[in-house]
């Protein structure tokens, strides 16, 4: 695969950025998601949160996804709007860890996964007729399956705190990939609906369980 210079420069970004990070505690410190931080007005720490991850195998996993589908989205929409796709997707999952997490004063996160899934989605409403590979299934998957269980999965994670993982921020930036590529390519709605339509039900779900309570 012939990587696109855009992608190249994302990952040579989150690569420096992130072993800057691990050498450097006040850095990481300085510039990770931070609910107090933020609330005292450091709002850059909503997107250089972004760039750091926790070690190699955080980063590593991040990139290797970004990796297979961000020249998906370049190849239909060109550069500019894969940019304004991950900075959006980025920002997006942000919002939704503030808004989740806003009375919890301490709450931390980091790492590339709220942009990197709203690349895949965006991927996906692009071309959902791919398929994709996992390291334990020896099977294809539809990448819109995937999509759509990854998202439920990702309630599921909110719902029931399931593991050190920011599933909010991967749900945010997924809506973010979900709304801005429809916003873009808005033939998308004529030529796949019924793609369309299916792959906003886990956002249904998540919006009808914050309006209930059950969220």
Same mark, same amino acid.
């Given at each position: 695969? @012939?990587?696109?210079?855009?992608?190249?420069?994302?990952?040579?970004?989150?690569?420096?950025?992130?072993?800057?990070?691990?050498?450097?505690?006040?850095?990481?410190?300085?510039?990770?998601? @931070?609910?107090?931080?933020?609330?005292?007005?450091?709002?850059?720490?909503?997107?250089?949160?972004?760039?750091?991850?926790?070690?190699?195998?955080?980063?590593?996993? @991040?990139?290797?996804?970004?990796?297979?589908?961000?020249?998906?989205?370049?190849?239909?929409?060109?550069?500019?709007?894969?940019?304004?796709?991950?900075?959006?997707?980025?920002?997006?999952?942000?919002?939704?860890?503030?808004?989740?997490?806003?009375?919890?004063?301490?709450?931390?996160?980091?790492?590339?996964?709220?942009?990197?899934?709203?690349?895949?989605?965006?991927?996906? *409403?692009?071309?959902?007729?791919?398929?994709?590979?996992?390291?334990?299934?020896?099977?294809?998957?539809?990448?819109?399956?995937?999509?759509?269980?990854?998202?439920?999965?990702?309630?599921?994670?909110?719902?029931?705190?399931?593991? @050190?993982?920011?599933?909010?921020?991967?749900?945010?930036?997924?809506?973010?990939?979900?709304?801005?590529?429809?916003? *873009?390519?808005?033939?998308?709605?004529?030529?796949?609906?019924?793609?369309? *339509?299916?792959?906003?039900?886990?956002?249904?779900? *998540?919006?009808?369980?914050?309006?209930?309570?059950?969220?």
């Amino acid at each position: 695969m @012939n990587l696109s210079l855009v992608t190249i420069i994302i990952i040579a970004a989150n690569v420096i950025v992130s072993y800057k990070g691990f050498g450097d505690y006040g850095f990481f410190e300085r510039y990770k998601f @931070n609910v107090g931080g933020i609330k005292r007005g450091e709002q850059i720490r909503m997107f250089s949160s972004g760039f750091l991850h926790v070690d190699t195998a955080h980063l590593f996993f @991040n990139m290797f996804t970004l990796y297979f589908f961000a020249d998906v989205v370049i190849n239909y929409l060109g550069t500019l709007h894969f940019i304004i796709i991950y900075i959006c997707s980025l920002i997006l999952g942000s919002l939704f860890s503030l808004f989740f997490h806003k009375d919890e004063y301490y709450y931390s996160a980091v790492g590339a996964s709220g942009a990197v899934t709203g690349v895949l989605y965006s991927a996906i *409403l692009l071309e959902p007729g791919m398929s994709l590979y996992m390291f334990f299934i020896p099977i294809p998957i539809p990448a819109y399956i995937f999509g759509i269980g990854y998202l439920l999965y990702s309630i599921y994670g909110m719902k029931n705190k399931v593991g @050190n993982i920011g599933h909010d921020a991967h749900f945010g930036g997924a809506v973010g990939g979900y709304l801005v590529t429809l916003i *873009l390519a808005p033939y998308l709605l004529d030529v796949n609906r019924s793609m369309v *339509l299916l792959l906003a039900v886990p956002i249904v779900i *998540l919006y009808g369980m914050h309006k209930t309570g059950k969220l």
